[in-house]
């Protein structure tokens, strides 16, 4: 028997705000979130700007102690669990926590952690690591230390798909309980990448926009786009069977009816130029919600500005959606969060709540300069009130990996 799956708490830490609220409004008026470097010293590196967490005190937060143990990514993750457990109000005393799971990734996890630990060693100063310098390190520890703080006992895995991290760990979580394995989950993506490896190393691949404008640095869709704009954060929504949220009587804020995962099999950064593995991921997910594109009202693209992401998922869309990709309209949040990595798809499933509850398309902000193959609506600079039944998020991520979620206006 397949059970619906709803989303019923959602917290979130990022570039333009600390909470759901204070993110969704920025979002909502096109705040830019890009400024320059503070993170690293801005003499070591090329690229000076990036989107950084703001005011983000983890000693207040999770405890002086607890945080030394943490690596920034894990410190994001049990701030934005903690956010999400309380507004889904749900009483951990009177769950069945073996029925309860975690699916929390990073594309990369502990890369302070790395860069600092490898820094001592090198430069002579220490012979040893931390004892500490594995479990702050590993990805899968995100996961394991939000459901160690909370006793779940569930499935708790942590998917690495790069970019489309966030979006494949809320894709299976969802699956888990649609099939049975479980009747609550937290799910989600945590990234902290901006060191100075990270830059560094992004930068080194031309991927990164290094005009070091914030204004003109993360202008998805747009003709002068040049890379993306390093970001970090994370997105955590809770997902519930829709029984188990209505016998406790939760506050559902969407349904999640669709899921597509497929890979490009083609390049290790390059998307498939002819959009095939992406266009599949739509479709599987619209199929399995059983509908037809033209019921779609909104997509928030993986949109990274990027040369070949923005031409190659535009063409993606189009063989999706046919002639109906023209009416729908399409934005990219990465305009003002830049690229959260493996947290992107997590922020971007909670703006489609968002999104479907208040019936607003967020815009694609910075865009100037339009680019002749591109040629869809991609909501230039100012959001719109629409009335919205379906939104649909992808994520695309190096090695060729596709995600999408299709989400559904709860009524």
Not at 13 to 19: E, S, V
Request: hydrophobic fraction near 40%; proline fraction near 4%.
């Amino acid at each position: 028997m397949e059970r619906r799956v709803v989303i019923t708490g959602m917290g979130a830490l990022t570039p333009i705000g600390n909470d759901v609220s204070t993110f969704w409004d920025n979002a909502k008026s096109g705040k830019l979130g890009i400024d320059y470097i503070t993170l690293v010293d801005k003499d070591l590196v090329d690229v000076k700007i990036a989107a950084e967490v703001k005011g983000f005190d983890p000693d207040t937060l999770i405890g002086k102690k607890e945080a030394k143990r943490l690596d920034r990514f894990a410190q994001f993750a049990l701030v934005a669990s903690d956010e999400a457990i309380k507004n889904s109000g749900i009483d951990l005393e009177k769950e069945n926590l073996e029925r309860f799971g975690v699916m929390l990734g990073s594309g990369i996890g502990g890369f302070e952690t790395i860069e600092t630990e490898c820094t001592k060693i090198a430069t002579g100063k220490s012979k040893r690591v931390s004892p500490f310098f594995v479990p702050m390190t590993i990805i899968n520890l995100g996961a394991g230390n939000v459901a160690i703080k909370y006793g779940l006992r569930g499935p708790c895995t942590s998917a690495v798909t790069a970019c489309a991290t966030g979006t494949n760990n809320i894709g299976d979580a969802f699956r888990t309980i649609k099939h049975g394995y479980a009747d609550v989950m937290l799910a989600g993506g945590a990234e902290a990448p901006i060191t100075r490896l990270g830059v560094t190393g992004f930068h080194s691949m031309k991927a990164l926009n290094s005009g070091n404008d914030p204004e003109r640095a993360s202008i998805p869709f747009d003709k002068e786009r040049g890379g993306f704009v390093m970001g970090e954060g994370a997105g955590v929504v809770i997902l519930e069977s829709l029984e188990h949220a209505e016998a406790r009587g939760a506050n559902i804020i969407a349904e999640v009816v669709g899921y597509g995962s497929t890979c490009d099999a083609y390049h290790i950064t390059s998307p498939d130029p002819e959009g095939a593995g992406a266009s599949r991921a739509m479709a599987d997910a619209l199929q399995e919600a059983g509908i037809k594109p033209e019921q779609v009202s909104y997509i928030n693209a993986h949109g990274t500005s990027t040369e070949l992401n923005d031409k190659f998922e535009t063409a993606a869309i189009k063989k999706a959606f046919g002639e109906d990709a023209y009416k729908v309209p399409i934005s990219s949040t990465k305009s003002m969060t830049g690229h959260l990595l493996g947290a992107a798809g997590a922020i971007e499933a909670i703006i489609c709540a968002k999104a479907l509850e208040e019936g607003f398309i967020p815009p694609t902000i910075g865009y100037k300069t339009k680019d002749e193959e591109l040629d869809l609506d991609y909501v230039p600079n100012v959001g719109r009130k629409q009335d919205l039944e379906y939104a649909l998020t992808n994520s695309l991520g190096f090695g060729g990996h596709n995600a999408t979620l299709l989400l559904k206006k709860w009524k």
